[in-house]
């Protein structure tokens, strides 16, 4: 069975408002009609500027490795085209199974939302399984698989993911502890999401120099060290001190400047520390569920390959601008695949 990319229109008609033009020799088939003036502005550049291939077989390790991808299409559908083994990093923010739709903060002047419809976690979980069973097949034998939830489906995640992959591989479950935004009157604020971390075999990688904080100014140890009941002395690490599996990382307020107005965007800090600690230089970096471009931009910022994926063309219109305005390399753009 061979597979290759959709056809591409290489004549597109836009609209917006009373404004008609005619886009030529574009590589990314991108429905803007009756789109804000974000995606009219940001969509027609960014079209212009893409790479596309057009694929007969697998991505393979090689390309995988040779260039950064970025990838317009369902995420199973991606994952049909990638080999076992290939990816040395997954991290994944899926919809949180909320049962709306997630719009820009910035209304029409942002990029479009999504839908979140799901809200049972058994159905969620159900939804994600497939997803989840073959990004665990393409990841590396010393891979790691991280998955970014919260507290409406992550325990049935978990416990999924433990029949599926074994409880003895989960190596952390991360939470992410976060301010602002409103505070509840009738039970505790929630301001935490939760990172499952799990390790495919004994070899993952775990780099906590990468990912050190400074000590605290207040230090008794980092000013001078301590010294044990026997006698030995134990000094501070110059690159500050071990982070634990509570982080406190802020969000990504109005104000940010990496702020794309993409709902549920998540700060670079946060992506940094995941790649940063478990990853080397040059490994692939996968997210099927790219949303704002937060996995692309960092893995691009440390050194590493990515192939990102979202199904909604906003997602790859912001994420590209995002690389743009970083000075990243170009990325091979696929624009989803069909089967003949």
């Given at each position: 069975m061979s597979v290759r990319l959709k056809s591409l229109n290489f004549?597109?008609?836009f609209q917006f408002g009373d404004r008609k033009g005619l886009v030529r020799d574009i590589n990314f088939n991108f429905d803007i009609a009756s789109q804000g003036e974000y995606n009219l502005n940001v969509a027609i550049r960014i079209?212009?500027?893409?790479?596309t291939v057009k694929i007969e077989c697998e991505i393979s390790r090689d390309s995988l490795l040779s260039r950064d991808h970025l990838v317009y299409a369902d995420n199973l559908e991606l994952l049909g085209m990638l080999p076992d083994g290939c990816v040395d990093l997954v991290y994944i923010d899926p919809p949180f199974g909320t049962g709306k739709r997630r719009e820009s903060p910035k209304g029409d002047d942002g990029p479009g939302g999504y839908d979140d419809a799901l809200d049972d976690p058994v159905e969620f979980t159900q939804w994600l399984a497939p997803r989840l069973a073959g990004l665990w097949r393409v990841l590396a034998d010393s891979g790691s698989l991280v998955i970014h939830l919260d507290t409406r489906a992550v325990h049935h995640v978990r416990v999924w993911c433990d029949g599926e992959f074994g409880a003895?591989?989960?190596?952390?479950?991360?939470?992410?502890?976060?301010?602002?935004?409103?505070?509840s009157k009738?039970?505790?604020?929630?301001?935490?999401?939760?990172?499952?971390?799990?390790?495919?075999g004994d070899g993952r990688i775990f780099n906590i120099d990468a990912v050190r904080e400074p000590y605290e100014p207040t230090?008794?140890?980092?000013?001078g060290g301590i010294v044990s009941?026997?006698?030995?002395?134990?000094?501070?690490?110059?690159?500050?001190?071990?982070?634990d599996d509570v982080w406190d990382i802020p969000i990504v307020n109005p104000l940010?400047?990496?702020?794309?107005?993409?709902?549920t965007?998540?700060?670079?800090?946060?992506?940094?520390?995941?790649?940063?600690?478990?990853?080397?230089?040059?490994a692939v970096v996968a997210d099927i569920f790219s949303g704002s471009g937060t996995t692309a931009c960092a893995s691009a910022k440390l050194g590493r390959r990515y192939i990102c994926c979202d199904i909604n063309p906003d997602a790859i219109a912001v994420t590209m601008e995002r690389l743009e305005q970083m000075g990243a390399e170009e990325p091979v753009m696929y624009t989803g695949f069909r089967k003949e």
């Open positions: 004549f597109s008609m079209m212009k500027s893409v790479t003895d591989r989960l190596e952390n479950e991360i939470i992410w502890h976060y301010t602002g935004g409103g505070r009738k039970r505790f604020s929630r301001k935490h999401d939760v990172l499952l971390w799990y390790s495919k230090s008794g140890y980092a000013k009941k026997k006698g030995k002395k134990y000094m501070p690490n110059p690159k500050g001190k071990p982070v940010a400047k990496e702020r794309t107005g993409y709902p965007q998540k700060p670079m800090q946060l992506l940094e520390r995941v790649i940063g600690a478990l990853s080397v230089e040059w």
